[in-house]
């Protein structure tokens, strides 16, 4: 059973920077790719980021490009997400998901889901 585990939301001042973190277990995650999606209130789900396991290619929505790099550890069990010049936009539940094969954007698409965390950016 895939497990994802996300870590590191808070409050932050537009402008600021948080990291946040996906602990992946239960699975052995070949092939397999990892994502950020966030949810505000009242809008539906949407992507943020995603990256293949093998590191090699990272995807961007047009909103967070140039201000959030996605990452993943050396033992590729952890990804990261670090958030800079943080806007009030900005402000959502974070979840990591995860799928196999090929990054696509539509949240209905990935497998598993973290429980998410709370970004709040205040203005």
């Known amino acids: 059973q895939v497990q994802l585990v996300e870590s590191g939301g808070g409050l932050v001042q537009a402008g600021g920077s948080l990291r946040l973190s996906c602990a992946a277990s239960g699975g052995t995650f070949s092939n397999y790719v990892m994502a950020w999606f966030r949810q505000a209130p009242g809008k539906e789900r949407e992507f943020v980021a995603a990256i293949r396991w093998s590191g090699d290619s990272t995807f961007y929505a047009d909103s967070v490009k140039g201000r959030f790099t996605i990452s993943r550890d050396n033992a590729k069990t952890t990804m990261n997400l670090q958030m800079n010049s943080l806007k009030p936009e900005d402000t959502a539940i974070y979840y990591c998901?995860?799928?196999?094969?090929?990054?696509?954007?539509?949240?209905?698409?990935?497998?598993?889901w973290g429980q998410g965390t709370q970004v709040t950016v205040s203005s």
């Open positions: 998901a995860v799928r196999m094969y090929y990054v696509v954007r539509r949240a209905d698409e990935y497998s598993y």
